[in-house]
Each structure stands twice: as structure tokens, then as C-alpha cells.
């Protein structure tokens, strides 16, 4: 089975790009991101380097070296508009698409579970204050 040692170490570079690309997707609102989600989404890459799936020890173990970097690179580089913000990440995410096909299906199926959760993260980091007055414990449905 192919995994992500098995690439290139150009195809290993956009990879890693993968989280913060889905980082700024699950963003929210508006474009931009602020301090306290880029302080969240890179706890939450150094928490899956060694708590996510064993599987992709190696893949967040390099994601977590270039994080930082890749999310102020690619937040300073892409549109403010939503819109067109996000027309240019998925546009992106069709770039790594042939990269995601040459891994094994096990593995592209965990890479893919743990974008998702990254997603969920990112998303629960940008509650405002208010929110956590009115709502302080998450409710399915109303705050989730």
C-alpha cells in the first residue's frame, strides 16, 4: 500500500498544505483568520502528531514542522472574499486530488477523516463571547 512516505517530496510539500487549506475553508464567515484560530488549529496539529492515528504519524509529524508557515502563507495570499476564497482553496484541493489517488485507499480514507475533524475544530474556535454566555455547554443543533 502507498502511503505518504511513499511520495515525492513535492508531492509530500503540498500535502502538508492540506490541513491549512482545510483550516481556511472551515474558517467561517469572512476571510482572514484571526489569532485565536490560528492558536487553536496549530495546538490541534501538534495534538494530532501524536494522539491521531497512528497511520499518519509521520504525515502530521511533518504537517506540524510547516503548519505555521503554510497558514500564514496561504491566509496572506488568498482573497479576502469569501467567495472567492474559497472558489481558490477547492480549486487547490482538485490539485491534490491526484496526489490523494496514489496513497492507499485505507490511508487516503484516515487522511480524509482527520480533514473533517480539522474542519470541526476550526469551525468551534471562531465562537464569539456571546455565544459562549448564552450557550456555555454545546447544544446539537444550536451551537455544533
Request: charged share 35%.
Amino acid at each position: 500500500m502507498t502511503t505518504y512516505r511513499d511520495l515525492d517530496e513535492q508531492e509530500k510539500k503540498e500535502l502538508q498544505k492540506f490541513p491549512a487549506y482545510v483550516s481556511l475553508l472551515a474558517r467561517g464567515k469572512t476571510g482572514g483568520l484571526d489569532k485565536k484560530e490560528l492558536q487553536s488549529v496549530i495546538r490541534f496539529t501538534h495534538i494530532k502528531t501524536f494522539s491521531g492515528n497512528p497511520f499518519l504519524s509521520a504525515f502530521f509529524a511533518d504537517v506540524e514542522k510547516t503548519f505555521e508557515k503554510n497558514m500564514r502563507d496561504l491566509d496572506a495570499t488568498l482573497p479576502q472574499n469569501k467567495e472567492e476564497r474559497e472558489m481558490m482553496i477547492r480549486r487547490e484541493f482538485g490539485k491534490l486530488e491526484p496526489i490523494c489517488k496514489k496513497l492507499g485507499r485505507d490511508y487516503a480514507r484516515e487522511i480524509m477523516n482527520s480533514m473533517k475533524s480539522y474542519a470541526k475544530q476550526v469551525s468551534k474556535a471562531h465562537r464569539n463571547i456571546l455565544e459562549y454566555f448564552i450557550f456555555p455547554m454545546p447544544i446539537n443543533g444550536i451551537t455544533d
